[in-house]
């Protein structure tokens, strides 16, 4: 029996890497009833025997380490979440519910990547600065100018690393700039609607860099369906850097002395941050409705 990890899942077939070569798959019956080939995901790691040189048949599914909802992937141990500097201009509060997503997978290591730095007028190494301070890598790049891109390859060597963010941010074009021979599908931001228009159909494992990148469709919403009220405030790391609250637990909201609160009204703490915290909690509160 060998093991492989599924790049892409096509119908019911399940391509499979193994090595450098790639094995197409089909799910064994017992294995079927437990668990379809619909709720595979790339990233998930499994064990099959070959039928032919180029095919085989899975017996067993390993446990996932982490699965990333939507996009569907699983076993990360890198998410860049990737923004526009401009075109289409960056929303805080967007991206904030990509972070609080990314951190809720409980993939480890999360980077934040800002693209199309050369549309950018100001102080590039001030730009979004309040998620350095946050904790968050910011790598500060452009892929039309190759801006970045060498210390953006070095953050993806040996990782199995997915790109998630709005469409239009150009995800695909940082792959692309990486290594054209992907030659990743792009699109144009839409002077109408100002977003992206989805290029990339379904996630998918790439090889590079000694591990894999996942190139996969944008979007500009990320329902919190799976975040609780309660759980929300661990999906803002620097609040643990303002402990102190009169209450515990402590919904950093309504709360008197609360030492969250109190940071974000000094400037201790990115007003910003906190304000799309507020705005994530009450929509969690009234989904629970």
């Known amino acids: 029996m060998e093991h492989g990890r599924i790049?892409?899942?096509?119908?019911?077939?399940?391509?499979?890497?193994?090595?450098?070569?790639?094995?197409?798959?089909?799910?064994?019956?017992k294995v079927r009833k437990g668990r379809g080939s619909m709720d595979l995901a790339p990233g998930d790691v499994v064990s099959f025997d070959r039928i032919s040189s180029?095919?085989?048949?899975?017996?067993?599914?390993?446990?996932?380490?982490?699965?990333?909802?939507?996009p569907r992937v699983a076993n990360l141990t890198q998410i860049v979440v990737t923004v526009a500097a401009a075109a289409p201009d960056p929303h805080p509060l967007v991206l904030s519910r990509f972070l609080v997503l990314a951190e809720h997978s409980g993939v480890k290591k999360i980077v934040l990547c800002i693209n199309k730095m050369d549309l950018y007028d100001g102080v590039?190494?001030?730009?979004f600065g309040e998620y350095e301070?946050?904790?968050?890598?910011?790598?500060?790049?452009?892929?039309?100018?190759?801006?970045?891109?060498?210390?953006?390859?070095?953050?993806?060597?040996?990782?199995?690393?997915?790109?998630?963010?709005?469409?239009?941010?150009?995800k695909s074009s940082l792959l692309n700039a990486l290594d054209p021979s992907l030659a990743l599908a792009t699109g144009v931001v839409s002077g109408k609607i100002g977003r992206g228009r989805h290029t990339t159909r379904r996630a998918e494992l790439i090889p590079f860099a000694g591990g894999y990148?996942?190139?996969?469709?944008?979007?500009?919403?990320?329902?919190?369906?799976?975040?609780?009220?309660e759980e929300l405030a661990d999906c803002f790391p620097e609040f643990l850097h303002h402990s102190g609250c009169r209450f515990a637990p402590c919904s950093h909201s309504h709360e008197p002395d609360c030492a969250v609160k109190a940071a974000a009204a000094a400037g201790k703490l990115s007003r910003t941050r906190y304000d799309a915290y507020i705005t994530l909690l009450e929509e969690i509160r009234t989904k629970k409705k």
């Open 7 to 29: 790049l892409r899942v096509y119908n019911s077939v399940l391509h499979v890497a193994v090595g450098d070569a790639e094995i197409l798959c089909k799910l064994r019956g």
């Open 213 to 229: 990148v996942v190139d996969t469709p944008g979007f500009t919403q990320q329902e919190l369906t799976d975040v609780t009220a």
């Open 133 to 170: 301070a946050a904790g968050y890598p910011v790598l500060r790049v452009s892929a039309a100018q190759g801006t970045g891109m060498a210390e953006l390859q070095q953050r993806l060597t040996g990782e199995v690393t997915v790109f998630a963010g709005p469409s239009g941010v150009g």
């Open 54 to 70: 180029s095919e085989g048949v899975i017996e067993c599914i390993e446990p996932r380490t982490n699965l990333l909802v939507r």
């Open 124 to 127: 590039p190494a001030q730009f």
